[in-house]
């Protein structure tokens, strides 16, 4: 299994960035699709996760700006992130709960760099 992210970048606060991330590799099913990020120094920490159903969950930062949907054919997850600020920056990282053969585990790509100036 391969979970590949991309999308990060640099840019200046109040700009727009969108991460994506694909899975590959034999999946049979994927539930859950999570996006995390760990600044310098930080612990890291959920920005925000999604069922195959579509129910989202976002941390208290980044509600109203960040926006994280999925593409089930794609095996594709997205993280639209909007009116970025200086603290969001930090390396993003994607999670996912692939099922191979009849059982469910936690993956993790690598991370995508994200850094805002102010």
């Known amino acids: 299994v391969q979970l590949q992210a991309s999308g990060g970048g640099s840019v200046q606060a109040g700009g727009s960035l969108r991460l994506s991330c694909r899975a590959s590799g034999g999946i049979a099913g994927i539930k859950d699709m999570s996006w995390y990020r760990q600044a310098p120094g930080n612990p890291r920490e959920l920005v925000a996760s999604i069922t195959n159903g579509g129910s989202t969950n976002y941390a208290d930062s980044v509600k109203g700006r960040f926006t994280i949907s999925r593409d089930n054919a794609k095996l594709t997850a997205y993280l639209q992130m909007n009116d970025l600020k200086p603290e969001d920056t930090a390396v993003y990282y994607c999670?996912?709960?692939?099922?191979?053969?009849?059982?469910?585990?936690?993956?993790w790509g690598h991370g995508t760099q994200v850094t805002v100036s102010s």
């Open positions: 999670s996912a709960n692939i099922c191979l053969h009849f059982v469910y585990e936690d993956y």
